[in-house]
């Protein structure tokens, strides 16, 4: 029940194209619901967050989209660049989870010129 | 401002031996957090330090792994001894306000470890 399920493991999309990942969760008690940004060789770093009493964020070309009946939350990106080439996680948490951060196994994106 | 900072950013060592990770947080950072990610695999929490107290330690996996945060400043993470699972990026994070708060994590470019 302190899963997230994050698909797909990779994904390449054109330059320009929208990039779609996503998460699932079981814990109804989750409640801040961040998706991380990795480049290779630096840690991840904070892109997006959204609580589950708003069912959509966004923040420039990035956007969560949050549906709470389905235990579901996706990152789109929008006219993908390849400086969007990075390791994207997702992630959850909430009291059940003492607040820690669940993390979902990453998603690889390439974007080709 | 500096970031967080760990060291070594690759250790290789055998089976057996002892490694010793060190991470330098933001300065006026109070949580900081240690987590490891195994290739291809999820990240994982390992343990939360407010100031020089152990919050949570729920996620540390046996007692080969000691986290040690003296002064409430830099922390280090040792592994003695070292097996082959213990093998992944080993990241710490550290953060001015608690989980609870969902603040913004800043994370380090993580250690490297390679049990062979």
């Known amino acids: 029940q302190q899963q997230v399920k994050q698909s797909p493991q990779s994904l390449i999309v054109q330059k320009g194209g929208i990039s779609i990942i996503n998460c699932a969760y079981e814990?109804?008690?989750?409640?801040?619901f961040p998706w991380y940004q990795q480049f290779p060789g630096k840690g991840p770093a904070l892109l997006i967050a959204i609580r589950p009493d708003v069912s959509e964020k966004k923040e420039g070309r990035f956007t969560i989209s949050f549906n709470k009946s389905a235990k579901q939350f996706s990152l789109h990106i929008m006219d993908s660049q390849p400086g969007d080439s990075a390791t994207y996680f997702c992630?959850?948490?909430?009291?059940?989870?003492?607040?820690?951060?669940?993390w979902g196994a990453g998603t690889k994106l390439i974007i080709k010129p | 401002e500096a970031g967080v900072t760990q060291f070594p950013s690759h250790s290789v060592i055998e089976k057996g031996q002892t490694v010793t990770l060190r991470c330098d947080p933001i300065s006026g950072h109070d949580n900081l957090y240690w987590y490891r990610r195994v290739m291809g695999k999820e990240i994982k929490f390992l343990l939360h330090f407010v100031k020089e107290s152990k919050q949570d330690e729920s996620g540390m996996p046996n007692n080969r792994f000691l986290a040690e945060r003296t002064g409430g400043t830099y922390s280090t993470l040792k592994v003695q001894p070292a097996e082959l699972e213990d093998s992944g990026v080993y990241f710490c994070a550290s953060s001015s306000k608690t989980a609870a708060t969902n603040e913004k994590l800043f994370f380090g470019s993580g250690t490297q470890l390679s049990v062979l």
């Open positions: 992630a959850a948490s909430g009291w059940d989870s003492n607040y820690q951060l669940i």
């Open positions: 814990n109804t008690a989750f409640d801040y």
